[in-house]
């Protein structure tokens, strides 16, 4: 290769983005949240795999649905020439694994999911190609009471994460009879206002007339608000169960909107729907999203089993969190170490152990290409790192067995460093942390005291 000749750069796909440590602390913080939200709800984590049969989703969401004809990443595999497809969604290998392991032999189970999925689609704001779920499988419970506890669950979540600007829409879509009848009606009434359709609605019109509903063109919106609504053909049980849903809402001040025309994406869904949507984020307003599909586990050949559930869009949360003000802390940790001199650096090594023994998160100033750098140019990678304190140890501090600690975010800078003895440190920045007084002695129980954000 020539020495003068450009080597050039490689870029990351379009639509798959990284997430770069700025956001991590985001990040960790919702999915701590989500976390600890699901599990006060006795919901037990399940990882699946990303690379699912291409029959999988074809089967579960329909063949006629946007996600199956335009939007799956599928491939052949070229070992052994299987049909592969990148996770589009979960349910449908949620729903896989249960039959596969028999998850349900012994009762219903709470489950919930975390991770990538793989859309092609036009990446836009909250929208990309690979995107990242938190969703919850309800399987086995046949009632309105576990269609409630997730939304409730949900409501808990923005509560806990401070958002407000989240509202919750819910409908019933009914059986399978009664969409039946519907989907005739419905074709019926299209066909008679076949001129205002747009070529996707034609499109749509004898495969998938229930998505026509949900079109987002201006010219179609008074025809499609007059369209027969499949509310209307809800028979007794289906009526029952949606009440018993808004029952228990009602009961809970969780408060609610019935849209009709709301019906999900996926053929899977019976009865209970809903999404919680926001205004915040421009087109892309769905947040969150889900309902019943009592018939997957039968569509994919197993027994009948009763299920609900939901996906939530970390990424469109995460935008709604930072457009809503929340405050998240950027520090990735307690305690900043900063040294000058061969014995100073051998002296922070071994006081940064017993810092991270104490349950604190400790960064070491480490040299760079540049060198060690000075105090100065240390300091400010302290107070950089959003550090409670920073701990300095020189040639001075080291020849008297000391070290000096500064408090980074104290309100009076003029009186914010001390000298303490080396053995001391960690107490004494443990006190001044947790607020106690007793003295700790880290090398017998690290254990006891955990110090993170």
């Given at each position: 290769?020539?020495?003068?000749?450009?080597?050039e750069?490689?870029?990351?796909?379009?639509?798959?983005?990284?997430?770069l440590?700025?956001?991590?602390?985001?990040?960790?913080?919702?999915?701590?949240?989500?976390?600890?939200?699901?599990?006060?709800?006795?919901?037990?984590?399940?990882?699946?795999?990303?690379?699912?049969?291409?029959?999988?989703?074809?089967?579960?969401?329909?063949?006629?649905?946007?996600?199956?004809?335009?939007?799956?990443?599928?491939?052949?595999?070229?070992?052994?020439?299987?049909?592969?497809?990148?996770?589009?969604e979960?349910?449908?290998?949620i729903?896989?694994?249960?039959?596969?392991?028999?998850?349900?032999?012994?009762?219903?189970?709470?489950?919930?999911?975390?991770?990538?999925?793989?859309?092609?689609?036009?990446?836009?704001?909250?929208?990309?190609?690979?995107?990242?779920?938190?969703?919850?499988?309800?399987?086995?419970?046949?009632?309105?009471?576990?269609?409630?506890?997730?939304?409730?669950?949900?409501?808990?979540?923005?509560?806990?994460?401070?958002?407000?600007?989240?509202?919750?829409?819910?409908?019933?879509?009914?059986?399978?009879?009664?969409?039946?009848?519907?989907?005739?009606?419905?074709?019926a009434?299209?066909?008679?206002?076949?001129?205002?359709?747009?070529?996707?609605a034609?499109?749509?019109?004898?495969?998938?007339?229930?998505?026509?509903?949900?079109?987002?063109?201006?010219?179609?919106?008074?025809?499609?608000?007059?369209?027969?609504?499949?509310?209307?053909?809800?028979?007794?049980?289906?009526?029952?169960?949606?009440?018993?849903?808004?029952?228990i809402?009602?009961?809970?001040?969780?408060?609610?909107?019935i849209n009709?025309?709301?019906?999900?994406?996926?053929?899977?869904?019976?009865?209970?729907?809903?999404?919680?949507?926001?205004?915040?984020?421009?087109?892309?307003?769905t947040?969150?999203g889900?309902?019943?599909?009592?018939?997957?586990?039968?569509?994919?050949?197993?027994?009948?089993?009763?299920?609900?559930?939901?996906?939530?869009?970390?990424?469109?949360?995460?935008?709604l969190?930072?457009?809503?003000?929340?405050?998240?802390n950027?520090?990735?940790c307690?305690v900043?170490?900063?040294?000058?001199?061969?014995?100073?650096?051998?002296?922070?090594?071994?006081?940064?152990e017993?810092?991270?023994?104490?349950?604190?998160?400790?960064?070491?100033?480490?040299a760079?290409?540049?060198?060690?750098?000075?105090?100065?140019?240390?300091?400010?990678?302290?107070?950089?790192?959003?550090?409670?304190?920073?701990?300095?140890?020189?040639?001075?501090?080291?020849?008297?067995?000391?070290?000096?600690?500064?408090?980074?975010?104290?309100?009076d800078?003029?009186?914010?460093?001390?000298?303490?003895?080396?053995e001391?440190?960690?107490?004494?920045?443990?006190?001044?942390?947790?607020?106690?007084?007793?003295?700790?002695?880290?090398?017998?129980?690290?254990?006891?005291?955990?110090?993170?954000?």
């Amino acid at each position: 290769m020539s020495e003068n000749k450009k080597i050039e750069k490689i870029n990351g796909v379009k639509g798959m983005n990284d997430v770069l440590p700025a956001d991590a602390a985001l990040w960790e913080l919702f999915e701590n949240t989500v976390q600890s939200v699901l599990k006060s709800y006795g919901f037990q984590q399940i990882r699946t795999p990303i690379v699912e049969s291409t029959h999988l989703f074809a089967r579960g969401l329909g063949e006629v649905t946007d996600i199956v004809e335009k939007e799956m990443y599928s491939f052949d595999d070229a070992l052994n020439g299987d049909k592969l497809t990148l996770r589009p969604e979960n349910t449908a290998g949620i729903v896989r694994a249960a039959l596969e392991h028999n998850l349900t032999y012994d009762g219903p189970k709470r489950l919930w999911y975390n991770g990538p999925m793989f859309r092609h689609e036009k990446p836009q704001r909250g929208r990309y190609r690979q995107f990242h779920q938190v969703g919850a499988e309800a399987l086995g419970f046949s009632g309105p009471d576990i269609d409630a506890e997730l939304i409730a669950m949900c409501q808990r979540l923005w509560d806990d994460l401070g958002l407000q600007n989240i509202r919750l829409e819910l409908n019933s879509i009914g059986d399978a009879e009664e969409r039946q009848q519907h989907r005739v009606d419905l074709i019926a009434y299209f066909e008679q206002h076949i001129d205002l359709l747009d070529a996707e609605a034609q499109r749509r019109l004898y495969s998938n007339p229930l998505r026509i509903l949900d079109t987002k063109n201006p010219s179609m919106q008074t025809m499609v608000n007059n369209a027969p609504k499949l509310f209307d053909y809800l028979g007794d049980e289906s009526k029952s169960h949606f009440e018993g849903v808004q029952k228990i809402l009602r009961h809970n001040c969780i408060p609610f909107t019935i849209n009709t025309r709301l019906v999900r994406g996926m053929d899977y869904y019976n009865r209970t729907v809903f999404e919680w949507v926001t205004d915040e984020l421009g087109s892309q307003g769905t947040v969150c999203g889900g309902g019943r599909y009592d018939s997957l586990f039968s569509i994919f050949g197993g027994k009948p089993t009763p299920a609900c559930g939901f996906a939530m869009g970390i990424e469109r949360l995460l935008e709604l969190m930072k457009a809503s003000g929340e405050a998240h802390n950027s520090s990735h940790c307690d305690v900043y170490l900063a040294h000058q001199g061969d014995e100073a650096q051998m002296q922070s090594f071994v006081l940064g152990e017993r810092l991270r023994d104490a349950g604190l998160d400790v960064v070491l100033h480490c040299a760079s290409a540049s060198g060690a750098g000075s105090f100065k140019s240390q300091m400010k990678k302290a107070d950089a790192s959003g550090a409670a304190y920073a701990v300095i140890i020189g040639e001075d501090e080291a020849a008297v067995n000391t070290v000096t600690i500064k408090a980074m975010r104290a309100e009076d800078m003029d009186n914010n460093q001390i000298s303490v003895p080396f053995e001391a440190a960690v107490d004494h920045i443990v006190n001044q942390m947790t607020g106690t007084t007793d003295a700790i002695d880290c090398c017998d129980d690290p254990s006891h005291i955990h110090i993170h954000h």
